[in-house]
C-alpha cells in the first residue's frame, strides 16, 4: 500500500477552517473545490477554487485557480455557466432550477484538466422558525430554531451575514491640507460620517438531530459583544440554513477533525477526505463536496433604541484649535493628524474645533460596503430616532 505521508495545507477561502489533509507522497497542487449548487427559483451558485501548499510553505491564502471554465448540469443535459467575479471566485447568473432534478458541478481547468461531482437531488431546508436575541453581561446573544415536520432532515447546516451602520462620532465639514482649512462637500461630509460595514461567518456550524426524541433544534449562532459599534445604530442579520446529506455531513466531520485532531491515532484515511468530486481526464485527487439544496432564510433587524442601554465608549475629544498658533496647528494637524470638524468660517477660519481622524472618517476603520439597496426598506428613515 502506497505511502501517505506528504502533509499539504488546505486553506478554505469562506467556507471552513484551514486544516491538513493527508495526500501521496509527491501530490502537491491538489484542487480544492468550495461551495454548493443552490436549487430554486432566482438564486445564484457561487463556487470558490484554490490549490493545496505544502505545510511547510504556510501559504495564505492558497493560491486561487483562475481561468477555469464551471458549469452546472442537470440530469436533462441542461447547463449552466458560472462566470469568474474575482480571483478563483465563479458564479451564475440568477437562475430558476427545478427542485425535481438532479445537479452536478463540472470543471475544466486552464491546463484542460476535467472534473465532475457526482449527480445529486436536491434536499429540501426546512424553514427557519425564529431568530431571538437575548442580552447578557457581556453582550447579546443570538439564538436560532428549525424543526422538519416531514422528518427528512436530520443533518443542518447554519450561517449568517451581519450588515450595520456604523457613523463617525463627529461630523467633518472641513478639511486641513498645507496650512489652510478649506469646505468639503457635502458628499464627501456624508461618505465620512456614515459607513455601512458587514461580516460573515467563515465556519459554518453544523448540527445533527439525528438519534434524538423530535427532530427540532435550537441553538445560539452567534454573539455580539458589549462596546461593539454594531448595535450602535442599525443593525441586521441574515440567517441561512441548509440541508444536508449523511455523507455530506460525513465529510464536514471529518474536514473538522483533521483541522483539530491532526496527528492523533484516529485520524482519517485520506480516501475518506477528498468528498464527491473527482478526475475525468486523469486521476488526480480533489478535496471538495458539492452539494444540492434549497436554501431557507430569516432576518433579524435592530436599531439603537431596541438594545438600550448599550454601552460604547467612543474617546473622541473635540479641541479648540487657534489657526494663528502655529505650535498647536503643528501639533494637533500634523503630529497628531486630527481632522477640523467645525469653524469659524466668518472669522476666515481663525479658530476651528478638530477630533482625531477615525472620530471624524468612519472609512479609517475599514471593512466598508456601499449602503445595501434593501437598507431604506429593512428600516424606515423617517422612523429613525
Given at each position: 500500500m502506497k505511502a501517505w505521508s506528504l502533509l499539504l495545507l488546505i486553506m478554505f477561502a469562506g467556507c471552513v477552517e484551514p486544516f491538513t489533509a493527508r495526500v501521496p507522497d509527491g501530490q502537491t497542487n491538489v484542487l480544492v473545490v468550495e461551495g454548493y449548487i443552490n436549487v430554486g427559483v432566482d438564486v445564484v451558485?457561487?463556487?470558490?477554487?484554490?490549490?493545496?501548499?505544502?505545510?511547510?510553505?504556510?501559504?495564505?491564502?492558497?493560491?486561487?485557480?483562475?481561468?477555469?471554465?464551471?458549469?452546472?448540469?442537470?440530469?436533462?443535459?441542461?447547463?449552466?455557466?458560472?462566470?469568474?467575479?474575482?480571483?478563483?471566485?465563479?458564479?451564475?447568473?440568477?437562475?430558476?432550477?427545478?427542485?425535481?432534478?438532479?445537479?452536478?458541478?463540472?470543471?475544466?481547468?486552464?491546463?484542460?484538466?476535467?472534473?465532475?461531482s457526482?449527480?445529486?437531488?436536491?434536499?429540501?431546508?426546512?424553514?427557519?422558525?425564529?431568530?431571538?436575541?437575548?442580552?447578557?453581561?457581556?453582550?447579546?446573544?443570538?439564538?436560532?430554531?428549525?424543526?422538519d415536520p416531514s422528518n427528512?432532515?436530520?443533518?443542518?447546516?447554519?450561517?449568517?451575514?451581519?450588515?450595520?451602520?456604523?457613523?463617525?462620532?463627529?461630523?467633518?465639514?472641513?478639511?486641513?491640507?498645507?496650512?489652510q482649512i478649506f469646505v468639503r462637500d457635502n458628499e464627501e461630509v456624508l461618505s465620512m460620517h456614515q459607513c455601512f460595514k458587514e461580516h460573515a461567518s467563515t465556519i459554518p456550524v453544523n448540527l445533527s438531530t439525528k438519534g434524538l426524541p423530535e427532530n427540532k433544534m435550537s441553538l445560539k449562532l452567534f454573539s455580539v459583544i458589549n462596546n461593539s459599534p454594531k448595535l450602535h445604530e442599525r443593525y441586521t442579520a441574515l440567517v441561512t440554513l441548509h440541508a444536508l446529506s449523511e455523507k455530506e455531513y460525513q465529510y464536514l466531520q471529518i474536514l473538522?477533525?483533521?483541522?483539530?485532531?491532526?496527528?492523533?491515532?484516529?485520524?482519517?484515511?485520506?480516501?475518506?477526505?477528498?468528498?464527491?468530486?473527482?478526475?475525468?481526464?486523469?486521476?488526480?485527487?480533489?478535496?471538495?463536496?458539492?452539494?444540492?439544496?434549497?436554501?431557507?432564510?430569516?432576518?433579524?433587524?435592530?436599531?439603537?433604541?431596541?438594545?438600550?442601554?448599550?454601552?460604547?465608549?467612543?474617546?473622541?475629544?473635540?479641541?479648540?484649535?487657534?489657526?494663528?498658533?502655529?505650535?498647536?496647528?503643528?501639533?494637533?494637524?500634523?503630529?497628531?493628524?486630527y481632522t477640523p470638524t467645525l469653524a469659524d468660517y466668518f472669522s476666515n477660519f481663525a479658530t476651528t474645533f478638530a477630533t482625531p481622524a477615525p472620530c471624524a472618517d468612519c472609512r479609517m476603520s475599514g471593512n466598508n460596503i456601499q449602503k445595501p439597496d434593501y437598507w431604506d426598506e429593512l428600516f424606515c428613515t423617517a422612523c429613525d430616532d
Open positions: 451558485t457561487e463556487i470558490r477554487l484554490s490549490r493545496t501548499v505544502p505545510l511547510s510553505q504556510s501559504q495564505y491564502p492558497a493560491p486561487k485557480e483562475v481561468g477555469a471554465t464551471i458549469f452546472i448540469e442537470d440530469n436533462l443535459n441542461n447547463n449552466f455557466p458560472l462566470a469568474e467575479t474575482a480571483d478563483g471566485i465563479y458564479r451564475s447568473e440568477m437562475l430558476v432550477l427545478p427542485l425535481d432534478r438532479e445537479y452536478r458541478i463540472k470543471i475544466s481547468t486552464q491546463t484542460e484538466e476535467e472534473y465532475t457526482d449527480f445529486l437531488a436536491t434536499l429540501i431546508a426546512p424553514p427557519i422558525d425564529t431568530i431571538t436575541w437575548q442580552r447578557e453581561l457581556t453582550g447579546m446573544d443570538f439564538y436560532v430554531s428549525t424543526h427528512t432532515t436530520f443533518y443542518y447546516q447554519w450561517s449568517y451575514e451581519e450588515t450595520w451602520e456604523e457613523n463617525a462620532a463627529h461630523f467633518s465639514f472641513y478639511g486641513y491640507s498645507d496650512g473538522k477533525k483533521n483541522s483539530t485532531d491532526l496527528g492523533t491515532f484516529f485520524d482519517p484515511q485520506p480516501s475518506q477526505v477528498f468528498g464527491n468530486i473527482f478526475g475525468v481526464t486523469s486521476h488526480q485527487p480533489v478535496v471538495g463536496y458539492i452539494g444540492v439544496y434549497t436554501t431557507s432564510e430569516k432576518r433579524i433587524n435592530l436599531r439603537r433604541r431596541d438594545v438600550l442601554p448599550w454601552p460604547l465608549e467612543l474617546p473622541c475629544p473635540q479641541v479648540n484649535i487657534v489657526m494663528n498658533n502655529a505650535d498647536s496647528v503643528k501639533k494637533y494637524f500634523e503630529e497628531l493628524k
